[in-house]
């Protein structure tokens, strides 16, 4: 089971050749859940309103129709990123480490300084 990064969705959604083999091989992998954090759908959001991002109105219709499962934030969610090394200081990364481990998902990413927080995250 596994957590897509922002970028990682961002990239999915938009065909970007950035996104590797791998990650396109794991993410049509039928026997994989592929999960997206409501912390994924915010923080594009406060983007694309700050005009960083152009991404359709509705992104968070592209959770269902690509067969993506919707993880909600929870307090424990929350609550788990206080225990966290300060390897990185996005808030929104943060609270993706903390989802994956508590869910025991493994994040796929591009961003080698998410590494460091361990197995829970993949590099893609």
């Known amino acids: 089971m596994y957590l897509l990064d922002t970028h990682i969705f961002l990239w999915w959604i938009n065909d ?6 791998l990650a396109r091989d794991i993410i049509t992998n039928h026997q994989h859940t592929i999960f997206i954090s409501s912390a ?4 594009i ?7 960083r991002l152009q ?13 993506f499962e919707p993880l909600a934030i929870t307090l424990a969610h929350a ?10 200081r996005d808030p929104f990364d943060r609270l993706l480490i903390a989802q994956a481990k508590i869910e025991h998902l493994t994040l796929l990413t591009h961003d080698k300084h ?6 829970s995250v993949r590099l893609v």
């Open 40 to 43: 994924t759908i915010w923080e």
């Open 55 to 67: 991404v359709p109105k509705n992104i968070d219709t592209q959770v269902p129709k690509n067969n």
């Open 16 to 21: 970007d050749p950035q996104l590797s083999s």
């Open 114 to 119: 998410l590494k460091k927080y361990g197995s």
């Open 79 to 88: 609550a788990e990123t206080r225990s966290l090394p300060l390897y990185h």
């Open 45 to 51: 959001s406060i983007k694309a309103k700050l005009k």
